[in-house]
Structures are given as C-alpha cells and as structure tokens.
C-alpha cells in the first residue's frame, strides 16, 4: 500500500462527476423543450407557460413513481425490504417497532423535497443474496412507459388535423416522457455522481465480494436504526467501492474491543481509500481520529485535526447521523468548536436514541464511550453547563 498522504490510485469511475454531468443534464433539458415546442397546435389554443410547467411537474413525478414501482416490485423478488424511503420531503426509516418487527416510521424534512429515493436491504440478512435486480427494475417499468407515451404520441400527435384536445394528450405524453427521462439519464450514465446510480451499482457489484461488501453496508444502515450489533467484513483487501466503505464497522468493532492500535490502522485504511467514499462518508476518518486524540489527551492534536477540516466537514463532525456521532458531537461541541449552543441538542438526542434502541453490546459500548466523553468534559471545564443525563 502507498503511503497514507498518496492514497489509492484514482480512476475515472471513481472520481465524483455531478459537476460536469450538470451541463450534460441542462443541454438534455434544452433539448427536450425544443422537442416538446414542435406541437403542431396553435399557441394562441394553449397557455404556453402552463402547458411546459404541467408537462415538466407531471413527466417528473409520474418518472419517478414508475421507476421506484419498478425498483421495489424487482426487489420484492430478490428478497429485500425496504430500510428508507424519500419523496417530496417525506423520509421513511425503518426504525418503528411493531410486535416483534420493525417497520417504517415516518418524518418530514423540506430540505428532502427534491430526493426521491428507496433504498433496500435483504430480508433474512443474507450477504451474498444478489441484488442485481433491484438496478434494472425501475429500467424495465420506464420501458413500458415509454411504449405507452410513444403509442399516444403516435395515435394523438403525430400527423395533421387533430383536435387540440387530441393534441395536447399526443404532445402533452411526449413532453412528459422527454422531460421525465432525465431521471433516467441520471440513472443510465454510467459515473459515480453525489450517490451511485443504478448502473454504477450494476458495475460495481459484479464480484462476489462487493455483493457481500453491499449488503453488509446495507444491512448495517438497517440495524443503525434498531441498535442492533452490526456486521463485521473480514475481506483480505478493500480496493473497491462497497468494501472501502465498510471499513467504519471494523474499526468501530476494533474500538468496542480497546484495539486502539488496529483501530488506528484501519482509521489510516479508510483515509487511503478515502476515494471510494460518498462526500457525508469523508468526514467519518477524521472526526474518530479528533475522538482519539482526546482520548489520550491529546487536545491541541483534537484541534489541529478540527482545524484542518474543510467547513462541510467540521459541520458534519458536530452533527448526528448514527449513534455512534453522538460521542463525537458532543466532544467536538464542547471541548473543540467551543459551541455550547449545541450541547443540549446532542445530549437530548442521546437519551431518546438510547431510549429507543436495542441494548445491544454495540449500543451498550457506544453508550459508555460517550458517558466517558461527558465526565471527561465536566471534569476538565467546570464552566460547561452540560445538560443531565438522567
């Protein structure tokens, strides 16, 4: 492996596109209403304005359902459930017990109104179970979507002499299907962007390895939200996208064990292969490296750390994820960014979740690391007003 500062060699999938993808996107859209203008319906019979805004808001939505129906029907068969589910603002996690099952509770955030997404994970917890289903389902549904909008424009919109009422159901399923299908160009380009789309997956999960690699992560994001003890890989190399990314859950285990110079490593580990992660992953490496620091009294190491961060990611260090952020907000809030605002915030949070979580051996473990955070904090600055407890 190369030095820690040098990291993983970088190839062209690797690299986050969502920038110079942008431009692809908008020449689309250009394109698409230049298309849709060729009506052959007189503009003084329409609202010209109102009929680009319906066909635009009513190609998204009816896009996005279809090819997340696609999604969640092929992933029925496939044998996953569904761990979180986005759309409009609405967010649904599986976190909600009922009886002796967990099923989706649901929230509503604004900033989430434009993500649609569904993500899945196998029923029985099964690692090697083959999600390739999943990321051709939703390409299947849009398939006879498009035969159906294409089969309107044809009898409809095509040729001379229609009725506007006609006309507008021809050109009007047309325009949908153009300006829906940004959707699933978005889906089809075969680059990671902000998250990887259902082609990248199809690419990226094609060894037997980083099949099990994903669903360990998937798994893993559904017993974060039931508290219970997480799966560990045990892969002989992480060269690659899914495995890279389940390297958090061996360091935390080796944390959990007082294995603090494997954790360290594999902290090292994560950062070489700091090319593999999502942007909300990057700042996982650095905030536990703060924690450490701490942990051995190395506070002006904490804060050089701190310091050296790009302002997202200092962000990210003082907000809540998992449970596990918890003892790194807390630490972060009070002894590093000096934010007393936030302590009340981060240690309520801690009581609900640790309220509502399974006492596992990993939640028992987080809820001991972060109660030594706390008396460590109160011991060291008097002056924090930290909030109880009890």
């Not at 919109?157 to 160009?185: K, R, T």
Request: a neutral charge.
């Amino acid at each position: 492996m190369a030095t820690e500062n040098t990291g993983a060699k970088k190839r062209l999938l690797d690299m986050n596109a969502s920038w110079p993808l942008m431009i692809v996107y908008l020449g689309y859209l250009i394109g698409a209403y230049f298309i849709s203008r060729l009506s052959n319906f007189s503009s003084n019979d329409v609202n010209s304005y109102g009929y680009v805004f319906a066909t635009v808001i009513i190609g998204l939505i009816v896009t996005a359902l279809i090819y997340n129906l696609g999604k969640l029907l092929f992933a029925k068969i496939a044998g996953y459930e569904v761990i979180t589910f986005k759309c409009l603002g609405l967010i649904g996690e599986r976190k909600k017990k009922v009886g002796d099952k967990y099923k989706l509770a649901f929230r509503y955030d604004i900033l989430s109104f434009f993500d649609v997404q569904l993500s899945f994970a196998p029923k029985d917890d099964n690692v090697s179970k083959k999600p390739t289903l999943i990321f051709v389902g939703g390409f299947v549904f849009e398939i006879f979507f498009a035969i159906i909008c294409i089969l309107l424009f044809v009898f409809f919109g095509l040729g001379e002499g229609h009725p506007v009422s006609e006309a507008l159901i021809g050109w009007g399923a047309l325009s949908a299907f153009l300006y829906g299908f940004i959707i699933i160009l978005y889906e089809l380009i075969p680059f990671r962007q902000d998250y990887p789309n259902d082609v990248y997956n199809l690419i990226k999960t094609h060894k037997e390895e980083d099949v099990k690699a994903y669903n360990i992560l998937k798994i893993n994001e559904k017993r974060e939200y039931t508290g219970e003890d997480f799966i560990i890989p045990d892969f002989e190399d992480y060269d690659s996208f899914y495995k890279a990314q389940t390297l958090q859950y061996l360091y935390l285990s080796q944390l959990y064990a007082d294995d603090y110079d494997k954790a360290t490593k594999t902290l090292a580990k994560i950062k070489y292969f700091d090319k593999y992660l999502l942007d909300y992953q990057k700042h996982f490496a650095p905030s536990e490296n703060i924690y450490l620091r701490y942990l051995v009294g190395d506070t002006a190491g904490a804060d050089r750390i701190f310091c050296s961060l790009k302002s997202d990611d200092r962000k990210m260090t003082k907000s809540v994820d998992n449970f596990a952020d918890l003892r790194i907000a807390l630490l972060v809030n009070a002894a590093v960014a000096k934010n007393k605002e936030s302590l009340e915030e981060t240690v309520n949070e801690y009581k609900k979740l640790s309220k509502s979580l399974i006492q596992s051996e990993r939640i028992k473990k987080e809820e001991a690391l972060f109660k030594q955070v706390y008396d460590g904090l109160k011991k060291s600055d008097n002056s924090l007003e930290l909030p109880s407890l009890d």
